[in-house]
C-alpha cells in the first residue's frame, strides 16, 4: 500500500491501482490538482455536492473538508475502488459522506446494469467501448444523473468521467444547481459535443465561470441577476 498527502489530506492506495506517472502525481500534489482548486474556489459550507466518477476519494475529501460529508455524494463505477474510497474517506474524518457504486450513462437509468472497463490503473476507468478488452468488463448499476439529480438536489456537481459526460447535456439542469465543474476528454468526441455542452449549460441558466477553469477543467457557474 503506498500512502500520501495533499494539502492535509491522507490518502492510501494499494501499489497495483498505480502507474509511475500516477506516482509521481500524488507525491508533487499535482493528481487532480486542479479540480481541488475548483472546489475549493466555488462550494461554500452546507451545499450540496455530487461528484461523479470517484477515483481514491481525494476530491470528494476536499468537498467534505469546506461544506461538511454529510453533504457529499460521490459516484464510482469501478467496485475496486470502493473500499479505497471509503477508507480514504473515513481515515480523514469524513466517512459520512454517501458513496454509490455505478456508472452515469445518461440522465435515465436502467434496470439493467452497464458494462464498466475496469482497468487496473484506476485513472482510465470508464464505461466499455469498442476498444475495450473483454477480460476487463465487469457490470455494473446503470444510473442515470436525471434520478441522481432529483434524489440529491446538489448546488454543485463535480464530474470526471473520462467521456461518459458526451451524454448528459440533451436536456436543461434544474435550477437548484449552482455550479458545475467537469472535466473534458475532447479525445473521445467532437467539438460539436463540447458547444452541446456549453449550450445546454446556458439554457440551463449557468454561464462560463473562467476562475473554476482551468486546463481540461471547465467552470460553470449560476447567473445572478444584478
Known amino acids: 500500500m503506498a500512502e500520501f498527502e495533499i494539502d492535509g489530506i491522507h490518502l492510501v492506495v494499494p501499489d497495483e491501482m498505480l502507474n509511475p506517472k500516477l506516482s509521481d502525481k500524488l507525491s508533487t500534489g ?9 472546489a475549493r474556489m466555488r462550494l461554500r459550507e452546507g451545499q450540496r455536492v455530487l461528484e461523479l466518477g470517484s477515483g481514491i476519494g481525494y476530491i470528494a475529501s476536499v468537498c467534505a473538508s469546506i461544506t461538511g460529508a454529510g453533504n457529499v455524494t460521490t459516484v464510482e463505477g469501478n467496485p475496486n475502488m470502493l473500499p479505497v474510497i471509503r ?13 454509490l457504486h455505478g456508472a452515469v450513462g445518461g440522465m435515465k437509468g436502467a434496470a439493467e446494469p452497464i458494462e464498466f472497463d475496469n482497468k487496473k490503473t484506476f485513472w482510465a476507468a470508464r464505461i466499455a467501448d469498442m476498444d475495450t478488452t473483454p477480460d476487463s468488463v465487469v457490470s455494473v448499476p446503470h444510473l442515470g444523473l436525471g434520478d441522481l439529480l432529483k434524489t440529491y438536489r446538489p448546488h454543485v456537481v463535480i464530474m470526471d468521467i473520462e467521456g461518459a459526460e458526451e451524454h448528459l447535456f440533451d436536456a436543461p439542469w434544474p435550477a437548484f444547481v449552482r455550479a458545475v465543474m467537469m472535466e473534458l476528454h475532447p479525445g473521445r468526441y467532437s467539438d460539436v459535443v463540447i458547444k452541446r455542452i456549453v449550450d445546454c449549460m446556458s439554457v440551463s441558466g449557468l454561464t462560463y465561470d473562467p476562475l473554476s477553469s482551468r486546463g481540461r477543467i471547465l467552470g460553470f457557474r449560476r447567473v445572478r441577476d444584478r
Open 30 to 38: 499535482g493528481y487532480e490538482a486542479h479540480e481541488a482548486h475548483a
Open 87 to 99: 477508507g480514504n474517506l473515513e481515515r480523514n474524518g469524513f466517512g459520512a459522506a454517501t458513496v
